[in-house]
């Protein structure tokens, strides 16, 4: 994902916005449901502080992540 990024932001004339449309469409919804999985571990194992919970649902960095489906 790092490495993505770095292409996408530093290499404008070598992109393939073919290749980056079906990231964005075939893969990101598979990250997103692994990544709210993996919150959702975390809670119930009581991995995280609650307080670090809270900010996050606060938070515009995460609003991709639908917090109601998790807890």
Do not use: C, W
Not at 21 to 36: G, N, W
Not at 39 to 54: A, G, P
């Amino acid at each position: 994902m790092k490495t993505f990024r770095n292409i996408v932001a530093h290499d404008y004339v070598g992109i393939d916005k073919l290749i980056v449309f079906q990231t964005i469409a075939v893969h990101l919804p598979d990250l997103k449901q692994s990544i709210e999985h993996l919150i959702r571990t975390e809670l119930d194992q009581h991995n995280f502080e609650t307080t670090d919970y809270e900010l996050s649902k606060a938070s515009d960095f995460y609003r991709h992540i639908d917090f109601n489906q998790i807890k």
